[in-house]
């Protein structure tokens, strides 16, 4: 653990977030809405990781868990009128109980049936919203009054902080000894049994966590957006972008995860101008690197610096 | 050995029973095991030694009956909950974290069963250290899993299952895979582990094996007990002899120089292959004429299937394999099969959900209709129980059936050579012997080239022509049926 902090991975990481601190000295507004949005997806993106790079547990779901965070807040907001952060954090509690109730028979199914399970529970959330329009803003969007702060700068810093203490929290969970008993019973359940192993425990707090990070991140995004849609936090295309970026940036690296999704965001912003093509393009890296780089940007980084 | 048989058992096995469906994979196994003593679950595969293993450890439920540990029955409660008791196991196969150092391995195996422990402490490095040099990994415990030779994988698992000091260590095959120098120093290792007072059950396909290592073997076949007893008891026992070789064989051989090719009509030439760090054929050269009946035998892990799926072009090896003088390298593993090289496999890969009639069509696919129908109707006279069952799910039909279909619907694609893998796999004697007989009768009505495996010798040898011996990816023998028994059967009680 110790070694961790004189690894080139620390001073890397280190250097990366205080330059990121200052850009808003020096950037324009518009830059900082565009990252502000991507460290709220690596957090997501991260928590996926945890899932899938630690326990295997391929979750094809990641914003029911985010939806139910993003929507319960800005529900209690837009009807109670509850303060900002309560009710960020009911949002979490409310993805932490969500997220339990489903892993809790999920996990009990094997191979590619904990994935559906996912899936459906996605669905079902989407059918949710647009069925209870009066309380979801169904497929127009639920208005929420309140936002932390209107200044661009504060709220790039509040995201930025939250994806450090985020990613601090996670890569240090995925490098304690509860990581290294979810690689075990990821990469072979009845070995990690019979070493004394209970493996759905180990996995179903693998999901509380990434429930909990995932869900207090898209309660944070509906408050900086002002308002919460199907589109932008529950849709499926949304989850694939979150997997597709965890995987970018490097499976089982947690903070790969992160660049993986920094990139989707700003590659695509970037690409705006190209329309249509843009998301065909960044398909198309996104398909390049899983074929030939499989380790994804910090996995070939990283065992280039092992060798 | 004295002492030990003094102490009250470690563990009792009363009465285990495990079912799978109608597959009753164990049958009313008793056994006692104590403290400082090793012992032996042998049988043949398929016998439920492995099953057996399983439901000891909680990895397979019990259908029935009591497992106690230290007058306690833990027979039902979950893996992680038997360990915990004191329970270690060695799997056959490895898969270590390869992220992780070998000394990381093994202190995954030393942390408690907690979701609050975040910091492994010094005194867990400490232990680790000390397992890695108990089980000769002290060299390269700083090195990943993916760098070391298997051996040294074999004794990383050895290693995670001693971590919290068992009572009881359950090893799944000691030696598979391993050299014949290798097999000394884990032999050693097991002891050992005896020495140090825990309780050592092995399972393993034959008493010769582990015979020099364990105190008392338990012989079982098809989910029951045969006998048991001390290695030498078992190994002179009348049934465990029917089972491994069979009585008296009556042999067939036709002598070599009567098949008339001048160059064989397969040749295997000095062909190796390795699964990754294992080697699991070492130089083997074998050949087969046409029309000759060759069986190779060997144990389980010797090396029959790999020798098969290279000879089918599945698996990439050095050396050359030629058939009537050509090299099949290069051809694809359908064109060989097309052309006259059909392998029945071991794990027979019928079409469950198609019908019995549907699969001997897909076989006999490449013929004309006439053809077909004219194949069909000899294939029924040598499988009458095929003909009755035309309509019904493959998957339905007994082992025995299943297996004359696989045979059968390798057959309808007029083989030149038909290699069969492990027929006998799991069939009940009664089986074996319609097997038997259907064998006898393609020999003597037909022209076919027959290539065919097994670790059943009183299946192999009565039909042969010619025998190879493969043990520990080499062959080791080869000659004359006959003389099987005298020179090279000693190896397969």
Redesign the interface.
Same mark, same amino acid.
């Given at each position: 653990m110790l070694d961790f902090f004189k690894s080139r991975l620390f001073f890397v990481s280190l250097a990366v977030v205080i330059i990121a601190a200052t850009l808003p000295l020096y950037v324009s507004g518009y830059v900082l809405g565009l990252l502000t949005v991507a460290y709220y997806f690596g957090v997501f993106a991260m928590a996926w990781d945890l899932l899938f790079g630690f326990a295997g547990e391929v979750n094809f779901g990641p914003t029911f868990l985010i939806g139910v965070g993003a929507y319960t807040a800005g529900i209690l907001n837009n009807q109670y009128g509850w303060s900002v952060y309560l009710c960020i954090l009911l949002g979490a509690l409310a993805s932490v109980i969500a997220g339990f109730v489903l892993a809790l028979p999920a996990l009990r199914v094997r191979g590619p049936y904990f994935g559906l399970t996912t899936l459906v529970a996605v669905l079902m959330l989407q059918n949710f919203v647009v069925v209870f329009a009066d309380l979801t803003g169904g497929e127009i969007g639920l208005t929420i009054p309140d936002v932390i702060s209107i200044d661009a700068g504060v709220n790039y810093w509040i995201a930025l902080g939250f994806m450090t203490i985020s990613a601090i929290v996670l890569y240090g969970l995925s490098q304690s000894p509860i990581g290294l008993v979810l690689q075990a019973s990821g990469q072979d359940p009845v070995q990690a049994g019979a070493l004394g192993f209970n493996i759905v425990k180990h996995k179903l707090a693998a999901f509380v966590v990434s429930a909990f990070f995932s869900g207090l991140s898209g309660a944070l995004l509906v408050f900086y957006f002002g308002t919460a849609s199907v589109g932008t936090v529950v849709d499926v295309a949304v989850g694939v972008n979150v997997i597709v970026a965890a995987v970018l940036g490097g499976r089982r690296t947690v903070l790969g995860a992160a660049l993986g999704a920094i990139f989707l965001i700003v590659a695509g912003e970037f690409l705006r101008p190209t329309g249509e093509l843009a998301t065909f393009i960044v398909s198309a890296v996104a398909l390049l690197v899983v074929l030939f780089f499989p380790g994804g940007f910090l996995g070939a980084a990283l065992s280039r610096e092992a060798r | 050995m004295d002492t030990a048989t003094n102490n009250p058992p470690v563990l009792e096995v009363r009465g285990l029973t495990k079912r799978f469906g109608g597959l009753t994979a164990v049958k009313n196994l008793n056994l006692d095991l104590r403290g400082g003593e090793i012992f032996g679950l042998i049988g043949p595969n398929g016998s439920g030694k492995s099953t057996a293993m399983k439901a000891i450890?909680?990895?397979e439920r019990p259908s029935a009956g009591e497992v106690i540990f230290q007058g306690e029955n833990v027979a039902g409660l979950?893996?992680?909950k038997i /360990? %915990?008791k004191g329970?270690?196991?060695v799997?056959q196969h490895s898969?270590p974290?390869n992220?992780?150092t070998v000394l990381?391995n093994i202190?995954?195996?030393l942390?408690p069963?907690s979701?609050l422990?975040?910091?492994?402490d010094k005194a867990l490095t400490e232990r680790a250290e000390w397992i890695a040099n108990r089980v000769g990994l002290g060299a390269v415990m700083h090195r990943r899993p993916p760098t070391l030779p298997f051996a040294d994988l074999r004794r990383l698992e050895l290693a995670?299952a001693i /971590? %919290?000091d068992p009572k009881v260590v359950l090893v799944d095959e000691p030696f598979a895979g391993l050299t014949l120098a290798e097999v000394g120093a884990f032999s050693e290792l097991i002891r050992s582990f005896r020495d140090e007072g825990r309780a050592v059950l092995l399972v393993d396909h034959n008493v010769k094996s582990v015979a020099a290592l364990v105190d008392r073997v338990l012989a079982m076949y098809l989910g029951e007990e045969i006998v048991t007893g001390r290695a030498d008891e078992v190994m002179r026992n009348e049934t465990v002899r029917r089972v491994y070789l069979g009585g008296a064989i009556e042999t067939h051989a036709r002598p070599e120089t009567s098949f008339e090719d001048r160059v064989p009509f397969l040749q295997v030439e000095n062909v190796s292959v390795f699964y990754g760090k294992a080697q699991a054929l070492d130089n083997v050269s074998i050949h087969v004429h046409q029309g000759e009946f060759v069986s190779v035998v060997g144990l389980n892990g010797a090396g029959k299937t790999t020798l098969f799926n290279a000879i089918s072009g599945f698996l990439p090896y050095s050396g050359e394999i030629l058939r009537d003088g050509e090299r099949l390298r290069g051809t694809s593993p359908a064109r060989i099969a097309r052309t006259g090289i059909v392998q029945c496999p071991e794990s027979r890969e019928l079409f469950g959900e198609m019908s019995v009639r549907e699969n001997l069509d897909l076989g006999g696919q490449h013929l004309s209709d006439e053809d077909r129908e004219k194949q069909l109707a000899w294939l029924f006279e040598l499988f009458p129980i095929l003909k009755e069952r035309q309509g019904q799910m493959a998957q339905t039909l007994s082992g025995g059936e299943q297996q004359m279909l696989a045979i059968g619907r390798a057959l309808m694609m007029q083989p030149k050579i038909l290699i069969l893998d492990e027929p006998t796999l799991g069939l009940a004697p009664v089986i074996l012997e319609q097997l038997s007989k259907a064998l006898e009768r393609l020999r003597q009505t037909t022209q076919i080239t027959v290539l065919l495996g097994e670790q059943n010798v009183t299946f192999a040898l009565p039909h042969a022509d010619r025998v190879y011996v493969l043990e520990h990816a080499r062959i080791v023998w080869e000659g004359d049926p006959g003389r099987f028994a005298v020179e090279a059967g000693a190896g397969y009680l």
């Open positions: - | 450890m909680g990895i979950p893996a992680h /360990a %915990r329970f270690g196991m799997f898969r974290l992220r992780q990381e202190m995954v195996a942390l069963d979701l422990m975040f910091f492994a995670k /971590a %919290r």
